[in-house]
Structures are given as C-alpha cells and as structure tokens.
C-alpha cells in the first residue's frame, strides 16, 4: 500500500527549530519529486519546498517558495526511504499543518513544485508561537 506519513511537528517558540520527516511505504521514494505543502487555518494550501527524484539527476534540484529561502532546508535519505524538511529561524507565519506528497511521474527528468502532487499524507501540525 502506497502510503507517506509525516512527522516532527510541534510546539515552537519564534526563532526555534523543527525537522519534518516524510516516510514512505509500499514504493521507492527515491524514484519520485517530493514536496512540502502547508495549510494554515482559514487559508488555501501552498508550496512550501519541492525536491527532484534521485534516479533521473545526476544532482538533486530543489525549490522553496520566497518565504521559507535561507531558513527552511528539504533533503533525502534513500536508504531510509524518508524526505526531510529542516526549518530554522520559525515564523508565527510558519504556522500551519504541514504535508508531503510526491510527484505523479516517477523519475521525472526535471523539478517540478506545485499542490497537483499525489498521494498526501495526514500531515503534521506545526505551531510558532511564544
């Protein structure tokens, strides 16, 4: 059974740190484009950090949307089947309900980023507040 399912989120003061982990199960995480997405009460899900697949690019390609850059951080561990998002520095504004979920295509031969991804987990709360 095809399933991701984050975790890490918590309680933070602003300035804090958290590290969101997203385990895949049933299927080779490393085949796909995963992204970070989020949503914060009473508004639309976004983007937050998408990252290529593992098997196509000879590099990992990433994105992050203007608000997370130079704070947030998303990288893979193959061998654990597992994406991460390091978020540094939080925000208020990093206040949301996080989620991950992979691209459609496996071994896309370049970065893709936006909410069309499939196969989203429960998501994992994250708060910042003092």
């Known amino acids: 059974q095809v399933q991701l399912v984050e975790s890490g989120g918590g309680l933070v003061q602003p300035g804090g740190s958290l590290r969101l982990s997203c385990a895949a199960s049933g299927f080779n995480l490393s085949s796909y484009g995963v992204g970070w997405f989020r949503q914060a009460p009473g508004k639309e899900r976004e983007v937050v950090s998408c990252?290529?697949?593992?098997?196509?690019?000879?590099?990992?390609?990433?994105y992050y949307r203007d608000s997370v850059k130079g704070r947030f951080t998303i990288s893979r561990n193959n061998a654990k089947n597992t994406v991460y998002l390091q978020m540094h520095s939080l925000k208020p504004e990093d206040t949301a309900v996080y989620y991950c979920?992979?691209?459609?295509?496996?071994?896309?031969?370049?970065?893709?980023?936006?909410?069309?991804?499939?196969?989203y987990g429960p998501g994992t709360p994250v708060t910042v507040s003092s």
């Open positions: 979920a992979v691209d459609g295509l496996a071994r896309r031969p370049n970065l893709i980023c936006h909410l069309d991804f499939v196969h």
């Open positions: 990252i290529s697949n593992r098997i196509s690019s000879s590099s990992e390609l990433t």
